[in-house]
């Protein structure tokens, strides 16, 4: 099961792109080994907006849960740098990918100016 929630929030071009990237990842690697391998298995995707005017942080996390035991997880692959770096990165965010027994949880924080279309943040 996907559960999603969180504020209505248009995304620019390029927080689409590089989240994109990161979901994709995630994704692929839940359904090859993680939650989505399973019947049990659970993704809630959150993502929120604190502070205010230009100090606003966009935050995101994918959490997962009742999945099968996580195995021993490479710390340099592709995925652990689009997640911990690449992505967090492109929008001048920071990235946390933590492994727990029955799933992973990544988190990103990015200034919502970074992370929004520039009509749905100046107001």
Known sequence: MIEMSGPSLVLSPNAVQYLGIAFHELATNSAKYGVLSGDKGRISVTWGITGSGASRLFHLT?????????????????????????????????????????????????????VAASADHEA
Not at 86 to 109: D, F, Y
């Open 62 to 114: 994918w959490a997962e849960s009742d999945g099968p035991q996580v195995q021993t997880v490479g710390q340099g692959g592709f995925g652990t740098v689009v997640l911990k770096r690449v992505a967090p990165a492109a929008v001048s965010g920071q990235g946390i990918l933590e492994h727990g027994p029955h799933g992973i949880t990544w988190s990103l924080e990015a200034p919502l100016v970074s």
